[in-house]
T-cell receptor, first 110, second 118 residues
Framework: NFMLTQPHSVSESPGKTVTISCTRS????????VQWYLQRPGSAPTTIIF?????PSGVPDRFSGSIDSSSNSASLTISGLKTEDEADYYC?????????FGGGTKLTVL | EVQLLESGGGLVQPGGSLRLSCAGS????????MNWVRQAPGKGLEWVSV????????SYADSVKGRFTISRDNSKNTLYLQMNSLRAEDTAVYYC???????????WGQGTLITVSS
């Protein structure tokens, strides 16, 4: 099995751009799709990126996803930060049929 | 609109059992694999189990294998999680999640809280 490692927390100012990384410990990041989920306090997660870089309908294009084989990591980039983006963000991928989540990143918009 | 509504949560003693349900609507339930994902208080997301659309294929996290059983009744558009031999570390909010055709979770329920304590 492998792990997905995310920074514990990141912070940035409104209007700026922030990138959250998700590094796969073993095996190629390109082997399985990566998803990203947003969770606000007291609420269920919502999906913001699937299949590495696809946005569900209704998710603003301020959110984008990518993978980088050289660093074996996936990234979530949020541009034009808004205070409402303050939340926990989780990456997720697969090991065979097993689901692997990253530990989550708390984004503070200050 | 897709809706997933979990029920069955509550307080249970260590060693006890509980069955969660998740009623799906707004989509053709039998066409989609369904998952349970949990979140312990103040912790991150942890995948629990998945079941295929037909119900014939299942998979479990090592932490629950042999204690939890996932099932579904497509005639009732309902997903289940039978939890036996519950431990304090099973205390969490349990979410059901509808899976994309290819990868990841498309829709999530609002969650139901399980507390395992004496």
């Amino acid at each position: 099995n492998f792990m997905l490692t995310q920074p514990h927390s990141v912070s940035e100012s409104p209007g700026k751009t922030v990138t959250i990384s998700c590094t796969r410990s073993s095996g190629s990041i390109a082997r399985n799709y990566v998803q990203w989920y947003l969770q606000r306090p007291g609420s269920a997660p919502t999906t913001i990126i699937f299949e590495n870089n696809q946005r569900p309908s209704g998710v603003p294009d301020r959110f984008s996803g990518s993978i980088d084989s050289s660093s074996n990591s996936a990234s979530l980039t949020i541009s034009g930060l808004k205070t409402e983006d303050e939340a926990d963000y989780y990456c997720q991928s697969y090991h065979n049929t097993m689901v692997v989540f990253g530990g989550g990143t708390k984004l503070t918009v200050l | 609109e897709v809706q997933l509504l979990e029920s069955g949560g509550g307080l249970v003693q260590p060693g006890g059992s509980l069955r969660l349900s998740c009623a799906g609507s707004g989509f053709t339930f039998r066409n989609f694999a369904m998952n349970w994902v949990r979140q312990a208080p103040g912790k991150g997301l942890e995948w629990v189990s998945v079941i295929s659309g037909t119900g014939y294929s299942t998979s479990y996290a090592d932490s629950v294998k042999g204690r939890f059983t996932i099932s579904r009744d497509n005639s009732k558009n309902t997903l289940y999680l039978q939890m036996n031999s519950l431990r304090a570390e099973d205390t969490a909010v349990y979410y059901c999640a509808k899976q994309y055709d290819t990868s990841g979770f498309e829709d999530w329920g609002q969650g139901t809280l399980i507390t395992v304590s004496s």
